[in-house]
């Protein structure tokens, strides 16, 4: 029976193919999150060698870029500790097995990560989470870390430790610990995910009273909900704006829960029935933060099936491009729960259906999926569908908008070897280059750069192995060009065999 259904979902897939295949956009995210927190994705456990650690990055970008995916959003600061050398907060245990001490023999991860990807014409995020201090109070901290530092700074809810959204030298703490990442680090941007007020428990009401008699002006808020999302909004506003101070190219996105408020309580919400919502549970007023441009993108967590009741897919993504405010939307999807025993999820169609679908609308520009673990487990063929189909031809990311004019980038020599193509750009363009784009065509076709069927591959490599002729036996052209940091595809090279 298992393999019955085996063949007919092969089947299924290789049907799809003849219709996804020449559909496949140009510019697209094709993402994928990888949890540190409690070694979920990587590394598979904490203390592995730095041999170890390493071989694990080269596999799980191996992987990734075989499934056509082009950016990685790498959780780098879990609970307020690091994944990479930093001089404010404590290394994280999730890597060594103990908070404070760094790998051995050392190196630097994240920078690790950052050059492995470019090579492979990887994207990589730095995902941070804002607020969480530990995961369980009474933990044993470093005396490098913020609870130890600052705990006047602390709250404890639900036997988790956060940092008080309400007090301000938070904010301008973790717009320190932003400034540092983006001023070292050649990342492509600045992740958090829907963390910000903690998800409410039992009715046990956030312990913040302190901070809102001593700093909420109760002339301007009405009450407490009111200054709580004024408080994620300062944060906001002032991270967008430390990251473009710094480097204007790197993006500032957010991943927020599914739903911002339910049409019943606001009719400006979705045709919902959600127990959560953003604004109201979660203080995160996301219209607010797209409306201003406080964020390059957002990514909400559109975690149900296509036509779910309480709160389908469908909806949602129609719901978010309409509401985008025009800032890039990318849909989280939820692989996760791909075989959890739910018929909704038994469908091999249903996240192929939802990737579709979202190219349909005016504002999403792709996908990323929850989480990298569940890529390698069975999927009902969604990983063949994303190779074969989905994401055949490689695609470039979305453009950050600048605030000043980019002049192209232009590769200034190419040549072609009896098994390798080369290429030379200037040297004061160096720095300025996110990775290359190389087309492939055969002798004869019309070159058309918006053809992704004629990508050969985006690579951060200056060379690549290539064939003379096609497998048909037909001479093959090649084309190179340069993206800069901000994505802008710059002049094409000229034609050459």
């Not at 717009?175 to 990342?187: L, P, S, T």
């Amino acid at each position: 029976m298992q393999t019955y259904k085996t063949i007919l979902i092969g089947l299924f897939f290789i049907f799809l193919s003849y219709v996804a295949s020449a559909q496949n956009p140009k510019r697209e995210m094709r993402g994928v999150w990888i949890a540190t927190v409690k070694n979920l994705d990587w590394p598979s456990a904490p203390g592995l060698s730095t041999q170890e650690q390493q071989k694990e990055i080269d596999v799980i970008l191996r992987n990734v870029k075989s499934m056509g995916l082009n950016a990685v959003f790498l959780q780098i600061r879990p609970e307020a500790d690091a994944f990479y050398k930093s001089s404010i907060e404590p290394w994280s245990k999730f890597l060594t097995g103990e908070e404070g001490i760094a790998p051995k023999p050392y190196y630097d991860p994240l920078k690790y990560w950052i050059h492995k990807a470019k090579l492979l014409g990887i994207d990589v995020h730095a995902w941070i989470n804002p607020y969480r201090l530990t995961s369980k109070a009474g933990e044993e901290l470093s005396p490098d870390h913020p609870v130890a530092s600052h705990p006047d700074w602390v709250i404890r809810y639900n036997d988790k430790l956060y940092l008080d959204p309400g007090i301000p030298e938070v904010t301008e703490y973790i717009n320190a610990v932003v400034a540092d990442i983006v001023k070292r680090y050649d990342i492509a941007g600045i992740h958090m995910d829907d963390y910000f007020y903690p998800y409410p428990v039992n009715g046990i009401e956030f312990p913040d009273s302190v901070s809102y008699r001593t700093y909420c002006d109760t002339a301007k808020f009405e009450d407490r909900e009111e200054w709580r999302r004024d408080n994620v909004n300062r944060t906001v506003r002032s991270l967008h704006k430390t990251v473009k101070q710094i480097k204007p190219w790197v993006a500032f996105g957010i991943s927020p829960f599914g739903v911002w408020r339910n049409s019943d309580a606001d009719p400006r919400g979705s045709a919902t029935q959600a127990g959560i919502t953003n604004y109201d549970k979660l203080h995160a007023d996301v219209l607010t933060w797209l409306e201003n441009g406080w964020v390059d993108y957002v990514a909400p967590q559109i975690y149900w099936y296509m036509e779910h009741p309480a709160a389908g897919f469908r909806e949602l993504a129609d719901w978010w491009d309409r509401n985008s405010s025009g800032v890039p939307a990318y849909a989280g999807l939820s692989i996760y729960k791909i075989n959890s025993g739910k018929p909704e999820w038994e469908n091999p169609s249903e996240i192929p259906d939802q990737i579709m679908m979202t190219r349909t609308l005016n504002n999403f520009e792709g996908s990323i999926f929850f989480r990298y673990a569940f890529l390698n487990s069975d999927l009902l063929g969604l990983q063949d569908s994303l190779r074969y189909n989905l994401y055949t031809n490689p695609a470039l990311t979305s453009v950050v908008k600048g605030n000043v004019d980019i002049l192209p980038i232009k590769v200034a020599k190419i040549k072609a070897g009896r098994k390798k193509l080369k290429w030379k750009i200037e040297k004061d363009d160096a720095k300025d280059i996110k990775y290359f784009v190389v087309y492939s065509y055969p002798k004869g076709e019309e070159f058309n750069p918006d053809d992704t069927r004629q990508i050969l591959t985006v690579t951060g490599l200056r060379q690549i192995a290539v064939n003379k002729v096609s497998s048909t036996g037909q001479r093959m052209i090649y084309r190179v060009s340069a993206v800069d940091n901000y994505g802008n595809e710059g002049e094409i090279s000229k034609a050459v065999k």
